[in-house]
């Protein structure tokens, strides 16, 4: 039976028995306010489409990438997390899609369904309660950035970016090393993006202030833990990362081929609180980007500021995580 004729209940089946038995995982959702904060992430350029359509699963094929020689190893999935084949399923029965830019037509369930095929779970990081994961379409035409959460069972399950893979950037070379030239968000190709450029920092407990507000901020500097989420496409050549957290943790993202994903949860030193009460987001103090031999492609000790020849950065091997316009 081919893709086109496969009903749900026969791909939910084949998903499945291509993964074997793994435990019971109870149903994956978002409460309302990790909806709002997730929403703020993916601050499109343009208009999205929101959907909430019935669940669907596509077969899936998993491959874990192997450790590089001399290079930081990947965080191990946190205990209790959903098992890759859960990840998957829930991804692609999410509630939510930001489809693409201000030219593209909002996608229902089944063309999204369509558009990934059998996909491939290229990278995942958890924190125990929040999954982030990056999905390849069948045909490597289009992928996914997915957060899970399971907090709350009334609120909404996933939230999910769709991406063409068809993105790319001028080359140009830093000190010896073949890099590519900064994004521009002028580029008459883009119609827009949705990702942060480096780990997104954020506090996970509620607070009933009104947001945006002085006292929303110093309720969220009273939080005793802080996370650190990132999901995000690198040119291919990035083949590990390293991240320094604010709290100085060296932390190490899953990545494969250039698909990142990072997930983490640290303590909220009085430092970190202080910059949260005067409602500044704290710095990521580092990213290296390393690639498969182990080699250092680029060390980012500022990272966000906009590179030069003289001092590169993370943006010279910048996000892939961009919609095209259609002509």
């Given at each position: 039976m081919s893709r086109?004729?496969?009903?749900?209940?026969?791909?939910?089946?084949?998903?499945?028995?291509?993964?074997?038995?793994?435990?019971?995982?109870?149903?994956?959702?978002?409460?309302?306010?990790?909806?709002?904060?997730?929403?703020?992430?993916?601050?499109?350029?343009?208009?999205?489409?929101?959907?909430?359509?019935?669940?669907?699963?596509?077969?899936?094929?998993?491959?874990?990438?192997?450790?590089?020689?001399?290079?930081?190893?990947?965080?191990?999935?946190?205990s209790g997390a959903p098992g890759d084949a859960a990840v998957v399923r829930d991804c692609l029965a999410n509630d939510r899609v930001l489809a693409g830019g201000p030219d593209q037509p909002e996608m229902l369930r089944d063309e999204v369904l369509a558009t990934m095929g059998q996909p491939q779970l290229m990278t995942r990081a958890d924190t125990g309660v929040t999954t982030v994961a990056t999905i390849r379409s069948e045909d490597g035409a289009a992928w996914l950035d997915c957060t899970l959460s399971d907090r709350d069972p009334d609120a909404v399950k996933a939230f999910v970016t769709l991406y063409p893979t068809a993105v790319h950037f001028p080359r140009t070379d830093l000190g010896g090393v073949r890099g590519y030239q900064p994004h521009d968000e002028a580029d008459p190709r883009l119609a827009g993006n949705a990702t942060s450029p480096s780990p997104s920092f954020g506090v996970p407990c509620d607070v009933e202030e009104r947001e945006g507000t002085a006292a929303y901020a110093r309720a969220e500097s009273r939080c005793p833990t802080y996370t650190l989420t990132w999901n995000?496409?690198?040119?291919?050549?990035?083949?590990?990362?390293?991240?320094?957290?604010?709290?100085?943790?060296e932390l190490h993202p899953d990545v494969r081929d250039g698909y990142v994903s990072l997930a983490w949860t640290g303590?909220?030193?009085?430092?970190?609180?202080?910059q949260v009460a005067r409602g500044e987001?704290?710095?990521?103090?580092?990213?290296?980007?390393?690639?498969?031999?182990?080699?250092?492609?680029?060390?980012?000790?500022?990272?966000?500021?906009?590179?030069?020849?003289?001092?590169?950065g993370t943006e010279n091997f910048p996000s892939l995580a961009w919609w095209l316009k259609q002509h």
């Open positions: 086109d004729t496969l009903d749900s209940q026969d791909f939910a089946e084949r998903l499945e028995r291509s993964f074997g038995a793994e435990p019971g995982h109870a149903g994956v959702e978002q409460d309302l306010a990790r909806g709002r904060r997730a929403l703020r992430r993916h601050r499109a350029l343009a208009g999205s489409g929101a959907l909430a359509v019935a669940a669907t699963v596509a077969a899936a094929v998993v491959a874990v990438p192997a450790l590089l020689p001399g290079s930081p190893a990947s965080t191990p999935v946190a995000d496409r690198r040119p291919v050549e990035v083949a590990a990362a390293l991240v320094v957290a604010p709290d100085g943790t303590r909220m030193t009085p430092q970190i609180a202080d987001q704290p710095d990521t103090r580092r990213v290296v980007f390393y690639d498969a031999e182990g080699r250092v492609l680029v060390d980012d000790r500022d990272p966000g500021h906009w590179p030069t020849r003289q001092h590169p």
